[in-house]
Structure formats: structure tokens, C-alpha cells
């Protein structure tokens, strides 16, 4: 399974090191991370979005859904929009970081799909294009303690071959409003417990946004 947004990759990278190249690379790191955010507004270029950044990272939230896309350091990063006039609105955020692929999305399907019947579309996808086992590891600690008022998930682990690769992939997925958020992550399997501990971190990081989206 891969990305498909390599244009939007390089135009969004091309903004990011060029906001980079303008912040001030001093102790207020609040500052640098809005820019590095304002870089994306830019290049979106929809109302739709708003600056979500903190001290530790920059981000924009999608206010429909509340999907909050971290824009990472270092890496490739694309934003992509389906429309609120689209059959099924939504928004998708990719990055690659250190041979790590990660897909944060978004898509409104309201009440007449249910979290369990797309979750389990999801994972039947998956079993459809390679082969693949339930990984044996150890699950993130911030999924073994979700925060206070986060919507209800659902969480997959695989030891999955990818083109030849042995892969670790996580899919999770929560749903609210009819709004239904899922995480795709793939690495080398040789850093899936990294890559599940990072993975539970961004998962619980976007579940609280998620959870705070307007109804």
C-alpha cells in the first residue's frame, strides 16, 4: 500500500523549507511552528482549515471534522482535500519520516455506517492486497490509556510483506458525528515497536482533537 500525492508532497516541502528558511531559529518554538503552519494554510488554500500549533509542533485542524495534521520537521508531507460538496467530505494528511509512511484522514459518512462495518472494510482491503499476520509486539502505551472523553476505536496490527518487504502496519479507526478518523502506518518491521509507540502517540494526540471538534 502506498502514497499517491508525490506533486502535492513536493509543492508542500518546497513551502515548509521556505518558511524554515524565514523563522528564526531561537528559544520560541511556539513562533517557528506557527510559521511552519501558515506555510500549509498557504498552500491549501481553503477556510476550511485553522492553525493548531504548539510549543512541540505544528499543525492545522480541519474545523469540519476536527482532524488535526501534524506538518512534521522533517520529511515529505501533503494536505489533501475531498470537499464539503463532495458525497463523502474529508481530509487526509501524509507524511514519510525516516522510512516510516503515515496516513491521518478524515471522511464524513454520517449515521448509516457504523465504526464496526468500516473498520472491518478496512481491514478486508488490507487482507486483499498482501499477505499478512497480526503482529506479535507490544501495543503503545497511550492506547492502553486513552484520554478522558476520546470517541470510541478500533486498532489493528499487522506483520504484513509490502513489495517484497517484511512490514509492520497499524490501522485504526474512531468515529464521532458521523465523521470517521483513521491512522494508517507502515515501516520496517525491524522498528515496529518505535514505530507502534510513535504511532500511539500521534493516535492519541488526534483524538483529542477529534474529540473537541464542534457537532
Request: glycine content about 12%.
Given at each position: 500500500?502506498?502514497f499517491?500525492?508525490?506533486?502535492?508532497?513536493?509543492?508542500?516541502?518546497v513551502?515548509?523549507a521556505?518558511?524554515l528558511?524565514l523563522?528564526?531559529c531561537g528559544?520560541d518554538r511556539?513562533?517557528?511552528n506557527i510559521?511552519?503552519?501558515?506555510a500549509?494554510?498557504e498552500q491549501?488554500?481553503?477556510?476550511?482549515?485553522e492553525?493548531?500549533s504548539?510549543?512541540d509542533?505544528?499543525?492545522?485542524r480541519?474545523?469540519?471534522?476536527?482532524l488535526?495534521c501534524?506538518a512534521p520537521?522533517?520529511?515529505?508531507?501533503a494536505?489533501?482535500?475531498?470537499?464539503p460538496?463532495?458525497?463523502?467530505p474529508?481530509?487526509?494528511c501524509?507524511t514519510?519520516?525516516?522510512?516510516?509512511a503515515?496516513?491521518?484522514?478524515?471522511v464524513y459518512?454520517?449515521a448509516?455506517?457504523?465504526?464496526d462495518?468500516?473498520?472491518?472494510?478496512?481491514?478486508a482491503?488490507?487482507?486483499?492486497?498482501a499477505p499478512?499476520?497480526d503482529w506479535s509486539?507490544e501495543?503503545?502505551?497511550?492506547d492502553?490509556a486513552?484520554?478522558?472523553?476520546?470517541?470510541?476505536f478500533?486498532?489493528?496490527?499487522?506483520?504484513?510483506?509490502?513489495?517484497?518487504?517484511?512490514?509492520?502496519?497499524?490501522?485504526?479507526?474512531?468515529?464521532?458525528?458521523?465523521?470517521?478518523?483513521?491512522?494508517l502506518?507502515q515501516?520496517?518491521?525491524?522498528?515496529?515497536?518505535?514505530i507502534?509507540?510513535?504511532?500511539?502517540?500521534?493516535?492519541?494526540?488526534?483524538?483529542?482533537?477529534?474529540?473537541?471538534a464542534?457537532?
Open positions: 500500500m502506498k499517491d500525492s508525490e506533486r502535492n508532497k513536493r509543492r508542500t516541502a513551502a515548509l521556505a518558511a528558511a523563522c528564526a528559544p511556539r513562533a517557528e510559521v511552519r503552519a501558515q500549509v494554510l491549501a488554500g481553503s477556510t476550511l482549515f492553525d493548531a504548539t510549543a509542533y505544528g499543525a492545522v480541519h474545523n469540519l471534522s476536527g488535526e501534524v520537521r522533517d520529511g515529505d508531507f494536505l489533501d482535500l475531498a470537499p460538496t463532495a458525497a463523502n474529508g481530509v487526509f501524509d514519510v519520516v525516516g522510512g516510516v503515515t496516513r491521518l484522514g478524515a459518512f454520517g448509516s455506517v457504523t465504526l462495518t468500516a473498520f472491518a472494510q478496512a481491514l482491503d488490507i487482507a486483499g492486497q499478512h499476520e509486539g501495543p503503545s502505551s497511550f492502553k486513552p484520554p478522558q472523553g476520546a470517541p470510541h478500533r486498532i489493528a496490527r499487522y506483520s504484513i510483506t509490502i513489495d517484497g518487504q517484511p512490514t509492520y502496519m497499524r490501522v485504526a479507526m474512531s468515529e464521532a458525528r458521523g465523521w470517521f478518523m483513521h491512522q502506518v515501516g520496517p518491521i525491524a522498528d515496529a515497536e518505535a507502534e509507540a510513535g504511532a500511539g502517540e500521534g493516535w492519541r494526540r488526534a483524538l483529542i482533537g477529534f474529540a473537541k464542534p457537532n
